[in-house]
Nanobody, 122 residues
Framework: QVQLVVSGGGLVQPGGSLRLSCAAS????????MTWVREFPSKTLEWISG???????TYADPVKGRFTISRDNAKNTVYLQMNSLKPEDTAIYYC????????????????WGQGTQVTVSS
């Protein structure tokens, strides 16, 4: 069956870094667009970054220049390197997968990971 296993969250001080990983199985990872989405304590969702099957990337304005998405098709894993973290980055981070171009519509993603908590606080 399809699995997206997210790891790497935790507590970090402002200005610190974390790397999230999303290990995929059960579908053709190399053909999928992989996206990171976060859910704030208010329950608002924000699409923050995506990478398509060709390696093209997109970032939301709040994370541009601080976050980097990458993928390793040999390991069926997508990463999110997060630098210069701010308290407003505190959220649950999810990865999602779809066949097709990047989208910021929840109903267009076939597969979702379980989420990992990222807390940025001193």
């Amino acid at each position: 069956q399809v699995q997206l296993v997210v790891s790497g969250g935790g507590l970090v001080q402002p200005g610190g870094s974390l790397r999230l990983s999303c290990a995929a199985s059960g579908f053709t990872f190399s053909s999928a667009t992989m996206t990171w989405v976060r859910e704030f304590p208010s329950k608002t969702l924000e699409w923050i970054s995506g990478i398509n099957s060709s390696g093209g990337t997109t970032y939301a304005d709040p994370v541009k220049g601080r976050f980097t998405i990458s993928r390793d098709n040999a390991k069926n894993t997508v990463y999110l390197q997060m630098n210069s973290l701010k308290p407003e980055d505190t959220a649950i981070y999810y990865c999602a997968a779809r066949y097709g171009p990047y989208s910021n519509r929840r109903d267009e993603y076939e597969y979702w990971g379980q989420g990992t908590q990222v807390t940025v606080s001193s």
